[in-house]
């Protein structure tokens, strides 16, 4: 199985502040991941697939970069509904698997 | 508009079953190939099942194979997981949703239904 490991955990930032999280996979996946936007009760959401690919309706102030085992999701400015937690998939192969999650929070 | 709609959770004790149901609609069901991910509480996101357009595909994550199966009935618009052999470590949101294979891609979740299992 391919094992994301997603850095850091949590995240301590403030309105305005451009912030970077990290996904590493254990093996190769190509361009084969998507970063997910979950708050709390709510089901997650997609903001990139095919790791660069902004989904439709998400705004550009989010951005991702990578390919092979290292991967970003950056938002350049931060606004108040941007904090929630954060997943990285990969579907290079099954099973699917997440990253540990990344909670963004208020500082 | 594409909604998901789960049903069907609820309290089971260790060792019992239960079938969840996903309602689809808006789009052309039978051409998605559907996924069912499950999130334990305060816990992060968990993949656990895949099937193809016709059901001819099918993966189980090693959490819940032998136990769960997935299926689907196109005429119905409808994905299905029969859950056996329960246990506390089951106790989780469970989603359905689109699959992030799927292209052009799109993205689709439920609202998940709650599966406690408790005695």
């Known amino acids: 199985d391919i094992q994301m490991t997603q850095s850091p955990s949590s995240l301590s930032a403030s309105v305005g502040d451009r912030v970077t999280i990290t996904c590493r996979a254990s093996q190769g996946i190509r361009s084969d991941l998507g970063w997910y936007q979950q708050r709390p009760g709510k089901a997650p959401k997609c903001l990139m697939y095919?790791?660069?690919s902004l989904q439709r309706g998400v705004p550009s102030r989010f951005s991702g970069s990578g390919s092979g085992t290292e991967f970003t999701l950056t938002i350049s400015s931060l606004q108040p509904e941007d904090f929630a937690t954060y997943y990285c998939?990969?579907?290079?192969?099954?099973?699917?698997?997440f990253g540990q999650g990344t909670r963004l929070e208020i500082k | 508009e594409v909604q998901l709609v789960e049903s069907g959770g609820g309290l089971v004790q260790p060792g019992g079953s239960l079938r969840l149901s996903c309602a689809a609609s808006g789009f052309t069901f039978s051409r998605y190939t559907m996924n069912w991910v499950r999130q334990a509480p305060g816990k992060g996101l968990e993949w656990i099942s895949y099937i193809s357009g016709n059901s001819v595909t099918i993966y189980y994550a090693d959490s819940v194979k032998g136990r769960f199966t997935i299926s689907r009935d196109n005429a119905k618009n409808s994905l299905y997981l029969q859950m056996s052999s329960l246990r506390a470590d089951d106790t989780a949101v469970y989603y359905c949703?689109?699959?992030?294979?799927?292209?052009?891609?799109?993205?689709?979740w439920g609202q998940g239904t709650l599966v406690t299992v408790s005695a």
């Open positions: 998939l990969q579907h290079n192969s099954y099973p699917i698997t």
């Open positions: 949703a689109s699959d992030p294979r799927q292209r052009p891609f799109e993205d689709h």
């Open positions: 095919a790791a660069s």
